[in-house]
């Protein structure tokens, strides 16, 4: 069953098959089964009968992280064997922390230590040197949190536009450590020379990746990686990693609802003020302060006590000196980053998201000018002033924008001010910063999207649910994956909600195969510029009606975050 006629009626049926267990309705296993014959040894997959689709579930692309490999460097999976493997059920997803802390992306998900998998789908009969783009899922979570079983990232339905298209891919979801366990940071931790392993394991799996995607069909000369939120900063600092030096094992990347600019970074010199205290309060709770080595000791904890210590600490990648050697700025300035073909945009209303404003406390000038002073590093009076002006207390130019008048003002009455002004510092000045810039240096294009088109139902859960929603944080994962299943992010009962989901997913597949979004195949739709700095144009995607609009909203507020990176620590 392909369901090519209503995606709105397949919801129904397909609600009924786990995204999450390959036992489903959609996973066959049987004497045929799938193969391939990786540098390790040949693995075993699954028939999904009802995409006419091929899968691949738990394949180690590292060593487990366990006992003294905890807290360190992913180290390559070198294990080999005769015969075949089963790839067939997924792995424990890496330990991440959920609710109220982490806004559910544990919701659902097995969590364990052996979590360093990754999971592959592709078409049937697919055989190497069939050499299918590959597209690199990242999948986001704020660093705290996520999964390469989260049914928000199920890919079969891509896939399947990739199918239908004549434009086959293949999809590869890793996963990587989040929370302490895979960003933990503090003096000993950069003494020891083991931060942003989370970034390591992205990039281990990218190698695995580069050494084995033939043997599935795939060319590990087309690779695009991708994420959004924290898995878009995360392609970005996989754009800017070792000063730009990718190795070929990508070609492109897609940044969601990310920026490479906006993001505050530690650097090691300010780790004492910031993760240090989190670090010791852990190292307290489970006996490891006294240790000669406390890095060391927190290797040999129980995996339930020490996870149960460092459940609520955010920790976040920083500027280690290794992975990432100087602020992205910098790199971006030097020119130090991959140049690659890039798709990067934001959504008009990211600044309702719950973990960018602060609910009920941005009552006055007050409340904003301290919002404004914290940011990054801490700005100055000057700066707060100018801040403040060019924001002023005008709900009409607030966000949610196009509200008019109204303030939502039970959630402070000065609520869509603030919002503007984090959703411009942490999303939309730095994608137009790095949209000028790629453009006007790099030989590849850069194509640029603003998305504007609130949930069906005016809920994003895990991101935000109390309004104001409209186009906030998160809204275009489920059109950019096509997925019709009734998970906490659902497209809805409308068709022409339905339709903008398969024009921006075939946007992407386009992207993927073509490293042209245009080539999607559908009638009437607007056609995707390259952004140029001589006439800057946006694609907007909105239901029944997208359109092609001048990049020049905001045009002096966003200029002016631009003159801040610095000290805004980015």
């Known amino acids: 069953m392909y369901c090519l006629q209503s995606i709105t009626l397949c919801s129904l049926v397909l609600f009924c098959m786990s995204s999450l267990s390959p036992a489903s309705a959609s996973a ?101 040197g069939d050499n299918l783009p590959v597209f690199f899922w990242i999948y986001g979570g704020g660093f705290k949190a996520g999964g390469s079983a989260d049914p928000r990232y199920n890919t079969s339905f891509m896939v399947r536009n990739s199918m239908q298209m004549r434009k086959p891919i293949i999809a590869v979801v890793p996963n990587y450590r989040t929370s302490a366990f895979g960003l933990l940071a503090s003096r000993e931790v950069a003494a020891a020379g083991v931060g942003n392993i989370a970034l390591f394991d992205q990039r281990q799996a990218m190698k695995w990746v580069s050494e084995n995607i033939h043997a599935f069909g795939g060319d590990p000369s ?108 910098v790199s971006i300035a030097k020119g130090q980053i991959a140049d690659v073909a890039l798709i990067m945009g ?71 001010r603030g919002a503007a002004i984090t959703g411009d510092v942490n999303i939309h000045a730095g994608r137009r910063a790095y949209a000028v810039n790629h453009s006007q240096r790099s030989k590849h294009p850069i194509y640029t999207y603003r998305f504007n088109q609130a949930p069906w139902n005016m809920q994003e859960v895990d991101v935000t649910t109390t309004a104001p929603v409209f186009v906030t944080h998160f809204t275009e994962i489920v059109h950019v994956f096509d997925n019709p299943d009734k998970n906490v992010n659902w497209i809805g009962p409308y068709p022409i909600i339905s339709e903008l989901a398969a024009f921006v997913s075939r946007s992407w597949v386009s992207f993927i195969h073509d490293q042209n979004p245009n080539n999607h195949g559908l009638e009437g739709k607007p056609v995707w510029p390259k952004y140029n700095t001589s006439d800057p144009q946006n694609i907007v995607f909105r239901a029944g009606a997208s359109w092609v609009e001048k990049d020049d909203w905001r045009q002096e507020q966003l200029a002016y975050w631009s003159t801040l990176w610095s000290e805004i620590m980015t």
């Open 346 to 416: 934001s959504n008009t209303d990211e600044g309702t998201a719950e973990f960018f404003t602060p609910r009920g406390t941005l009552n006055n000038d007050s409340d904003i000018s301290s919002l404004v002073a914290h940011l990054g590093g801490g700005l100055n009076a000057s700066v707060v002033a100018n801040i403040l002006r060019l924001y002023p207390d005008d709900p009409i130019r607030g966000c949610p924008f196009g509200t008019g008048p109204e303030r939502f003002a039970d959630q402070g009455f000065q609520y869509k």
């Open 222 to 329: 087309k690779v695009t990686i991708a994420g959004e939120s924290a898995g878009g900063s995360s392609a970005g600092y996989q754009l800017v990693a070792f000063e730009g030096k990718n190795d070929g094992l990508f070609r492109s990347a897609i940044l969601e609802s990310s920026s490479l600019l906006g993001a505050s970074m530690n650097t090691v010199e300010t780790l004492n003020v910031t993760y240090q205290g989190w670090y010791d309060n852990i190292t307290t709770t489970v006996g490891c302060n006294t240790a000669a080595d406390s890095l060391a000791c927190l290797r040999t904890v129980p995996y339930q006590k020490l996870f149960s210590a460092v459940n609520g600490f955010q920790f976040k990648p920083y500027i280690d000196g290794k992975f990432i050697s100087q602020p992205p700025s």
């Open 28 to 128: 066959v296993h049987h004497q045929n089964a799938p193969s391939a014959h990786t540098v390790n040894g040949t693995y075993t997959g699954l028939t999904l009968n009802t995409f006419n689709q091929e899968a691949f579930y738990g394949i180690p692309f590292a060593t487990p992280p366990l006992g003294d490999l905890r807290l360190r460097y992913p180290v390559p999976f070198n294990q080999s064997w005769t015969g075949t493997r089963n790839a067939t059920v997924r792995s424990d997803s890496c330990p991440g922390f959920d609710k109220p802390f982490a806004q559910g992306f544990a919701d659902g998900l097995t969590m364990g230590e052996d979590c360093l998998t990754l999971d592959i789908v592709r078409p049937a009969n697919v055989q190497p």
